[in-house]
Each structure stands twice: as structure tokens, then as C-alpha cells.
């Protein structure tokens, strides 16, 4: 046992649950409840650091990504999100074939290799609008679309597509799993009381958790690599989110396919129902990812660094090994008043916590090699980015960071 920690810890109120885990024993929910509720986060994030080092070594990893915001019509209405847009806008965005491919082939061209594809709650329920766009180019529903263009994307440009698409069906991952190397959808909470009214998924049926959570699983039946997530701080008790950290564990522990848990701090935004409402507090948010690593110790944790701009690196002592998906020429469209840092900063700020940072593809290398999570229409793209360790071939972005 590292001779600091066991100083600190014995010292501990919380020293039990904390020698526990230093022995990988589980631990339960009051467990971390407790984690949660202590003043003690010295302890808990000398703990989740070692664990993270134990668990992921001395790297840091982030996908180097274009950020395709294919349409922004939502049929749904979250009470803190900006993204979404009614067809009248001036900034709605219904992206045509032809601007998806044209952006992929720059993002090419500046070494990404993530097509990373994002989109409101599937549009067409709602809007003719939606209708009338997808049906210029010959497709019923959003997915039809994503499938063929995730396809078209591959063989143009060599890029990996990884699709946001909200809740879908099994047999639409079916068919986006021929050419998403990954998909992603954040289960945000499992609370059914941010459904009530006044809360903020009152008017977004797609955020019902028993939905989400089926989502997830299905997920994990039909062998594909999932991220997901939680958004903390649109009103979840410290009991919520305990619950669903070991929520998303269980899944996780029954499908082996949840490739990273994002924690992602809520951010209020103005012109929205939760402008006023506060985004939680640094030591308060690192506490969580700290109790994450230390439910989760094998688990790739990742945090989006856009969203702590001036504390992000002290998220590496709470035990992240992931910045996400990094775009060198996109913005954050779900969060344009937040830049993606300087992946040359970055690098710099992970290398003064004696950190690696390593470019990975949007599929994590534990899963390049797990028989059926990668279409074999997939398998040559993939192989022609990675090196032995499954990460990104380091001399392919030298002269790109
Ligand atoms: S479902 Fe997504 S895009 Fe639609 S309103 Fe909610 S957060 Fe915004």
C-alpha cells in the first residue's frame, strides 16, 4: 500500500471504506454515500488517483473528433438545453450529404478520426420540416439517414463514426452498428422525479429512465460499444446519483459494453427555463468523479474539459483517464459558449500532472479486439489508425497537435 495514502487514510473518519477499496473490495452504496457526504476529499482523491493509476496507468486519452451537428430539431423540450431548435430559427441546421462529406474530408485532412454524430430527438416525430428535409434524400427517419451517411463517411474518408441519436430502437442500432465503431446516449439520471412537473424532463418523454436504461441494455445484447453518462446537477438528491453510479455498474457487470461514463457538469444557460439554476460546485462535482473511479476502478471516466475551463486538470487527481472527443476545427454545438481547449495546451497541462496524453478512436482499445463488438466492415479503418496498443499510431497527429 502506498505509505502516504495509509497515513491519510488511517487519519480518516471514512478510513474503513477507504482501506476497502485500497484491497479492490466493493463498495456498497451506503458506502459511497458516505464518500459523498464526507469533508474528508483529500482522502477520497488520494484514493480514486491511485486507483486510476492503479487501473489506467500514467494516460490520459481523448478522441480527436469532428463534431457533425446533422440537425438540431428536437421533438422533445429538456428545460436546460440551448441545442435544440424550432424549424423558424435562424440557426437551425438540417446538414445535406454533401456538407456532412465536406466536412469529414477536412476533418480528415486535420488527422481526426472520429466522425462524431449528434442530433435531437428524432425531429421527424414532430415536424414537417424534419419530414420534408429527410425526404429529399429518399429516407423516412433520421436513423435511415445516419445509416447510410455513417457509411458514406467511412468509404470517403476513413473517418469512424460515432452517432448520438437519443433513444433507439434495437434494430436501428442493428443497422448503425455496420459502421459506428461506437454509439453514445447519456443516461443523465434514473431519477423518475426530474419527470415530474416543474422538473427539468417534465416535457421530454425520451428522458424517461425506464426508456433510457432499456437503451442502454439493448446496447449491450446487440454488442456495442456504449458511452454514456450522467448530468449532474439538474436536481438529483446525492442519493440519485449514488444509485445511478451503481446502476450503470450493474449493466455494465451483466453486458460488458459501456466503454466510458461521462460526468458532465450542468451548466445553466441563459433564455432557458434552468438559467438560474446553480451548476454544482468544483469540490462538490470532483467528489462525484472521485467516488465514480472508486465504484468503478476498471471504468473509463471521462469528464469534458470545455466544461471546467479553469479547473479541468484537477479532475486528473480525481481519477479521469479520458478528456472526450476534442475537435481541432468544430465547436461544441451542444455547448458553443464553451471553446474545447488547445490540444497542444492540453497536452501540456496533462504532462505538468505526470500524465501521457494519447490519442484513442471513438471505440476504446478493450473493445477493438472483443469478438463481434467491431462490424467487420469496420475492421480495416480501425486497424489503419491504431498501433500495437490499441491507441492511436503516435506519429499520426505529430505535426497536428
Ligand atoms: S432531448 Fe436533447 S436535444 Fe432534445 S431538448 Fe433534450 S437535451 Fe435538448
Not at 421533438?75 to 435562424?90: A, I
Amino acid at each position: 500500500m502506498n505509505s502516504e495514502i495509509s497515513i491519510s487514510i488511517k487519519d480518516s473518519p471514512i478510513s474503513e471504506i477507504l482501506e476497502k477499496c485500497l484491497e479492490n473490495k466493493s463498495i456498497s452504496k451506503d458506502d459511497a454515500l458516505c464518500l459523498l457526504e464526507s469533508k474528508d476529499i483529500i482522502s477520497i482523491l488520494k484514493l480514486s488517483s491511485l486507483l486510476k493509476t492503479r487501473f489506467k496507468k500514467d494516460v490520459i486519452t481523448y478522441s480527436r473528433k469532428i463534431f457533425i451537428n446533422i440537425t438540431n430539431l428536437c421533438r422533445d423540450f429538456c428545460s436546460y438545453c440551448t441545442y435544440r431548435k424550432n424549424p423558424f430559427e435562424s440557426s437551425t441546421v438540417m446538414m445535406k450529404p454533401t456538407e456532412i462529406i465536406k466536412l469529414a474530408k477536412i476533418g480528415k485532412k486535420f488527422h481526426c478520426t472520429e466522425a462524431l454524430i449528434v442530433a435531437g430527438e428524432r425531429p421527424e416525430d414532430r415536424y414537417k420540416e424534419a419530414r420534408e428535409w429527410l425526404g429529399q434524400f429518399g429516407y423516412n427517419s433520421l436513423v435511415e439517414y445516419v445509416v447510410d451517411i455513417s457509411e458514406k463517411i467511412v468509404k470517403d474518408t476513413g473517418l469512424l463514426p460515432h452517432s448520438n441519436l437519443g433513444n433507439i430502437t434495437r434494430d436501428e442500432m442493428k443497422l448503425l452498428k455496420t459502421y459506428n465503431v461506437s454509439l453514445g446516449l447519456m443516461l443523465e439520471s434514473s431519477s423518475e422525479r426530474l419527470s415530474e412537473k416543474g422538473m427539468p424532463h417534465e416535457f421530454a418523454s425520451s428522458k424517461k429512465p425506464s426508456n433510457r436504461i432499456e437503451v442502454v441494455k439493448n446496447a449491450g445484447r446487440m454488442k456495442i460499444p456504449l458511452t454514456t453518462g450522467l448530468l449532474i446537477g439538474i436536481g438529483q438528491t446525492e442519493d440519485e446519483i449514488i444509485n445511478d453510479l451503481f446502476l450503470l455498474k450493474t449493466i455494465n457487470m451483466e453486458f460488458n459494453n459501456i466503454q466510458e461514463i461521462i460526468l458532465q457538469n450542468f451548466q445553466p444557460k441563459i433564455n432557458t427555463r434552468m438559467k438560474d439554476f446553480p451548476s454544482p460546485t468544483n469540490d462538490y462535482f470532483l467528489k462525484i468523479v472521485s467516488i465514480a473511479r472508486i465504484i468503478m476502478p476498471e471504468m473509463n471516466i471521462q469528464i469534458p474539459p470545455n466544461l471546467s475551463p479553469t479547473s479541468y486538470s484537477s479532475f486528473i487527481d480525481a481519477g479521469i483517464n479520458d478528456w472526450g472527443g476534442i475537435s481541432p476545427i468544430t465547436i461544441d454545438h451542444v455547448n458553443p459558449e464553451f471553446q474545447w481547449p488547445n490540444i497542444k495546451k492540453l497536452q501540456y497541462i496533462t504532462e505538468l500532472m505526470h500524465q501521457r496524453l494519447r490519442a484513442r478512436l471513438p471505440v476504446y482499445p478493450e473493445f477493438i479486439d472483443k469478438h463481434d463488438f467491431i462490424s467487420p466492415q469496420l475492421r480495416n479503418y480501425v486497424e489503419n489508425f491504431i498501433g500495437f496498443d490499441r491507441l492511436v499510431k503516435e506519429g499520426y497527429l505529430d505535426e497536428f497537435r
